[in-house]
């Protein structure tokens, strides 16, 4: 009786595991999808009159690579790496029922926008841009230990010229960060366990503090 037992709770657990697998990449492919609400890139060209429509459906991208990072980490806490992804991201969310119903679908629950941080002793801060590091790079085959390149996400805002954005380089060994220190470097973010969720940053080369813009997900 009890090896019966035994076998189904077995059974159970893989039926649930497969069950669980199946529902995220359900969830993958309708991000990837999904299709953006009408007049979005107006109103994001409108906050970024330099931007060319090819430019803003290249944001789009940056959007969905977000929004993939933050299912694919178990819809932990994610923070925002470009500021004109964000600026998409604002806009989208001002469009409250199809945001309501593409949260829903995407992630099974509302994904919640949070005020923008920078870098700094902050715990929850460090792993929201260190997840989203690790889940980007895994998306484009990037090593997040040791990139070569960039993912878009965190290229973007240099690829775009945004005046306000923030810059990255892929490995800081041989960068010559500005006066400033406004350049931040993605070697830092590899400095972490496999999700991209200790807290704390390693030294940089040459880089700045470490920039991100606005977050969500979580508790």
């Not at 889940?135 to 960039?150: D, H, S």
Request: aromatic share 10%.
């Amino acid at each position: 009786m009890i090896p019966g037992l035994i076998l189904a709770v077995l059974v159970a657990i893989v039926a649930i595991v497969i069950w669980q697998r199946y529902r995220r990449l359900a969830r993958e492919r309708y991000i990837r999808d999904y299709t953006l609400p009408k007049g979005l890139y107006e109103r994001l060209r409108k906050r970024r009159p330099e931007l060319e429509m090819k430019d803003c459906m290249l944001v789009a991208r940056g959007l969905r690579k977000f929004f993939l990072a933050h299912l694919n980490s178990g819809r932990k806490f994610v923070s925002m790496p470009s500021q004109v992804v964000d600026d998409l991201w604002h806009e989208f969310i001002l469009y409250t029922k199809a945001y309501d119903d593409f949260c829903k679908h995407a992630f099974g629950q509302f994904l919640h926008h949070t005020p923008a941080v920078v870098l700094g002793p902050e715990k929850r801060d460090n792993e929201g841009l260190r997840r989203v590091w690790w889940y980007a790079c895994k998306e484009e085959n990037i090593n997040p230990a040791n990139a070569l390149r960039l993912p878009l996400l965190f290229a973007l805002d240099a690829k775009l010229g945004i005046a306000d954005g923030f810059v990255y380089a892929p490995n800081c060994k041989s960068l010559r960060s500005d006066s400033k220190g406004n350049v931040h470097c993605g070697a830092d973010f590899g400095d972490s366990s496999v999700d991209g969720s200790t807290d704390g940053f390693g030294d940089s080369d040459g880089g700045g503090d470490g920039g991100g813009g606005c977050g969500g997900g979580g508790d």
